[in-house]
């Protein structure tokens, strides 16, 4: 079985792939300095509690946190006695490279959720990933991440607006009833959540602007069905992305021989 791990900068999730469908997805915090030990505990606790029997012998990882693979890896090395994938590092084929402006560092969970995404609709995509940050990556018609736009995140505006204002509270994102506020929550949940559905509209529209054929726009990330709610934004939306791109990275390795 694979173990897939998506490390964000917010949450790393783990999911299990037994060749046909996950078996299971837990999510933890981000935080370099967790062990390799305390990955482990944390795993098998839950995965005894959901009574999961998990015979893992291969790992695959992204991590948008460089410093959160070392332990990754120890982690894969001392209890799955494997080597892992790390998406970007040179030893880990993509399906197709992409096309960017040399020396550049892509995030890996871009290149991720371009092998999902074309796995799944071809090329032509644009794809929207609503993490710390939310970022577009444009998929070519061949399948390669040829660029995008990364925005602030949701939920960093609204925490930027309260650490930068004294009188601004910490507010959770939801959908406001209105788009005049009449209290100070409400005026800033109308702000994040309406200025996000018009940041991406409005940024979808330009990529499509300047990119010359029809493109198919895919919404994932936990946050993406409920800016769907506001306006028509995604034409289908994937909670499982990611981590579908990471089996696909992953089974063309193996039939590359990697
Ligand atoms: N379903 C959800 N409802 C509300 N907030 C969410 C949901 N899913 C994710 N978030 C929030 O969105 C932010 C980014 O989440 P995540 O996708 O885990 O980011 P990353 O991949 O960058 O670690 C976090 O602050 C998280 O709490
Ligand atoms: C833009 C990101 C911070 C998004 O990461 P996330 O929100 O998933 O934590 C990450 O993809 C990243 O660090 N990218 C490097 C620069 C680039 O992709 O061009
Ligand atoms: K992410």
């Known amino acids: 079985m694979l173990l ?5 900068n917010t949450n790393t ?3 299990l792939w037994d060749g046909e469908e996950f078996l299971c997805t837990f999510r933890t915090s981000t935080e370099w300095q967790r062990t390799a030990d305390q990955y482990f505990v944390w795993w098998s606790t839950l995965l005894a509690h959901h009574k999961i029997e998990a015979q893992i012998d291969e790992v695959i990882i992204s991590s948008t946190v460089p410093r959160v693979v070392f332990n990754l ?9 494997t080597r892992p994938y790390v998406v970007g ?4 084929l993509l399906p197709v490279p992409a096309r960017v402006d040399e020396g550049t560092a892509i995030g890996p969970d871009r290149l991720v959720n371009t092998a999902g995404a074309f796995d799944r609709h071809g090329g032509d995509l644009i794809v929207v990933d609503f993490g710390t940050a939310t970022t577009f990556d444009v998929v070519a018609e061949d399948g390669a991440y040829v660029g995008g736009v990364i925005a602030p995140g949701v939920n960093l505006s609204l925490e930027a ?9 910490h507010v959770d994102i939801t959908k406001p009833q209105s788009v005049i506020g009449t209290n100070t929550v409400d005026c800033m949940q109308s702000g994040v959540f309406w200025g996000y559905v018009g940041l991406v ?5 330009r990529i499509k602007g300047e990119y010359d054929r029809p493109m198919t726009v895919v919404g994932t990330g936990g946050l993406a069905p409920l800016f769907s709610s506001g306006y028509a934004l995604f034409d289908t939306i994937e909670d ?6 990471l089996t696909v990275i992953h089974r063309f390795n193996k039939d590359n021989n990697t």
Do not use: S
């Open 4 to 8: 897939c791990i998506d490390t964000g």
């Open 13 to 15: 999730v783990f999911a």
């Open 73 to 81: 890896r120890v982690m894969a090395d001392r209890y799955f006695d």
């Open 89 to 92: 590092k040179p030893d880990c």
């Open 161 to 169: 607006l309260h650490q930068a204002a004294a009188a601004l509270p």
């Open 201 to 205: 509209n409005g940024i979808c529209e």
């Open 240 to 245: 499982d992305l990611t981590m579908h791109g």
